[in-house]
């Protein structure tokens, strides 16, 4: 595809509610990253796929969050029992490979009440 | 943990100043740097990105540089424009995780 895209762009959950975001990677790219960013501060690293293979998750912040890439492309964030401290920008990017330039998403801002 | 530091943290210049833009980060075991913009409800665009091996890269208007041991890198950017204005972030690569500094604010007023 032209860049990488995500969806929903705007997501306005329950507090209690679990919620899924998509993200469609530049046609070819083998990595993957997930960050969250806080409002007025840089992305926090969440985790990190080459291909279908989930290398780090390290960043993840609980274990009620959850990232798939199942066949190497498209990848999905899932957060389950949304808690109102989740609300963020959920960035997505994809590189050709590792140490190479990364293209982001426009992110998906989620919201809990 | 990499801790990544951008200085200032918002700048406000005329048009057609140049500038120089700060990161700073603590563990020099890098394998690359980054430097991104990002405006206002955007994701990020990226601008350089400089392997661990070199000491700056080039691109129109734009000079990166990268001094690994003192754990520096700045982004140069001449005669700016209106244009140039939003936010501009550094990201220091270890292998699989990218750190980001806060960015710096930049304001270029016509």
């Known amino acids: 595809g032209a860049g990488v895209s995500q969806s929903p762009r705007y997501k306005v959950a329950k507090r209690g509610q679990d919620v899924a975001l998509r993200c469609d990677p530049i046609?070819?790219?083998?990595?993957l990253f997930w960050y969250q960013q806080a409002l007025g501060q840089g992305p926090e690293f969440l985790t990190y796929f080459q291909n279908e293979a989930q290398l780090d998750k390290s960043g993840l912040p609980s274990d009620r969050f959850f990232a798939e890439r199942p066949e190497g492309s498209v990848s999905t964030l899932k957060i389950q029992r949304t808690q109102q401290e989740d609300s963020a920008v959920y960035l997505c990017?994809?590189?050709?490979?590792?140490?190479?330039?990364?293209?982001f998403g426009p992110g998906t801002r989620l919201l809990v009440l | 943990k990499q801790e990544v530091t951008q200085i200032p943290a918002a700048l406000s210049v005329p048009e057609g100043e140049n500038l120089v833009l700060n990161c700073s980060f603590t563990d020099s075991a890098i394998y690359n740097l980054q430097w991104f913009r990002q405006d206002p409800g955007k994701g990020l665009t990226s601008l350089l990105l400089?392997?661990?091996?070199?000491r700056e890269q080039t691109s129109g208007r734009l000079n990166a540089s990268l001094d690994k041991s003192s754990g520096r890198s700045t982004l140069y950017i001449a005669a700016s424009q209106p244009g140039d204005s939003a936010t501009y972030l550094c990201a220091v690569g270890t292998g699989n995780q990218f750190y980001f500094g806060t960015g710096t604010s930049l304001t270029v007023i016509p």
């Open positions: 046609s070819g790219h083998v990595s």
């Open positions: 400089i392997q661990s091996s070199q």
């Open positions: 990017a994809s590189s050709p490979g590792q140490g190479e330039t990364q293209y």
